[in-house]
């Protein structure tokens, strides 16, 4: 089998298309909700949640059968009705439009695979096994969220403000990546006597006592 080409995609407006509404595809929609996509949804029945989400104006649903036109337009697109006939024919509509297609627990008629997501806030480590075990995928992930502490969300949001005043202070080269890298390893907090702030600050006025923070940069 190719290997898979592993990226994290923006789907923000993007219109995608979830043939099903069921529990198959429930997850699907939802979580290309949550990516802010422009969301397109037929399915002869829906679930009580997907149907308020449309409820809501999260989604466009169209409860009939699929049609071929359908996938006019669209760039990602799930098949994942319990009609394995069905899924094939949006499989190949989306093959005639070069359409990134999943046709759910159906790997040869995959283009992309959905994997098993562990979440810190802006943090996302995902899992695949290129759709020959999504079980053990999800023990991966099970696992991995057991392990992983729950403050990591808030604390990849100071490094990532802190990460933004040293940018300001140090100018591109080698030393300012390696300050990266060792801030990383250490504790962020957002006060202004937080030691990996204070390092950075050490750093920037040692070896540029001219360059300041510009105005504006957010603290904790």
Same mark, same amino acid.
């Given at each position: 089998?190719?290997? !898979?080409?592993?990226?994290?995609?923006?789907?923000?407006? $993007?219109?995608?298309?979830?043939?099903?509404?069921?529990?198959?595809?429930?997850?699907?929609?939802?979580?290309?909700?949550?990516?802010?996509?422009?969301?397109?949804?037929?399915?002869?029945?829906?679930?009580?949640?997907?149907?308020?989400?449309?409820?809501?104006?999260?989604?466009?649903?169209?409860?009939?059968?699929?049609?071929?036109?359908?996938?006019?337009?669209?760039?990602?697109?799930?098949?994942?009705?319990?009609?394995?006939?069905?899924? $094939?024919?949006?499989?190949?509509?989306?093959?005639?439009?070069?359409?990134?297609?999943?046709?759910?627990?159906?790997?040869?008629?995959?283009?992309?695979?959905?994997?098993?997501?562990?979440?810190?806030?802006?943090?996302?480590?995902?899992?695949?096994?290129?759709?020959?075990?999504?079980?053990?995928?999800?023990?991966?992930r099970r696992d991995l969220n057991e392990q992983l502490p729950l403050?990591?969300?808030?604390?990849?949001?100071? !490094?990532?403000?802190?990460?933004?005043?040293?940018?300001?202070?140090?100018?591109?080269?080698?030393?300012?990546? !390696?300050?990266?890298?060792?801030?990383?390893?250490?504790?962020?907090?957002?006060?202004?006597?937080?030691?990996?702030?204070?390092?950075?600050?050490?750093?920037?006025?040692?070896?540029?006592?001219? $360059?300041?923070?510009?105005?504006?940069?957010?603290?904790?």
């Open positions: 089998m190719p290997g !898979l080409f592993p990226i994290f995609l923006k789907l923000t407006a $993007r219109p995608c298309l979830v043939v099903g509404a069921g529990s198959i595809a429930e997850g699907k929609i939802v979580s290309m909700v949550e990516a802010e996509a422009d969301v397109t949804v037929v399915a002869t029945r829906a679930s009580s949640r997907v149907q308020q989400l449309a409820a809501d104006g999260a989604i466009r649903l169209h409860l009939r059968p699929y049609q071929t036109d359908d996938m006019q337009g669209i760039f990602l697109a799930v098949a994942g009705t319990d009609v394995p006939e069905v899924n $094939r024919q949006v499989f190949a509509d989306a093959q005639q439009r070069n359409t990134l297609i999943n046709a759910v627990d159906d790997p040869p008629y995959c283009d992309y695979y959905f994997p098993s997501i562990v979440r810190r806030g802006d943090l996302q480590i995902a899992i695949s096994t290129a759709g020959e075990s999504p079980a053990l995928a999800q023990q991966l403050d990591l969300g808030p604390w990849l949001m100071e !490094l990532g403000r802190l990460r933004r005043e040293v940018l300001q202070m140090e100018p591109l080269g080698e030393p300012r990546k !390696l300050l990266l890298h060792q801030l990383a390893t250490r504790e962020v907090c957002g006060a202004e006597a937080c030691p990996s702030r204070q390092i950075a600050r050490a750093h920037a006025r040692e070896h540029y006592p001219d $360059r300041n923070p510009a105005p504006g940069i957010e603290h904790g």
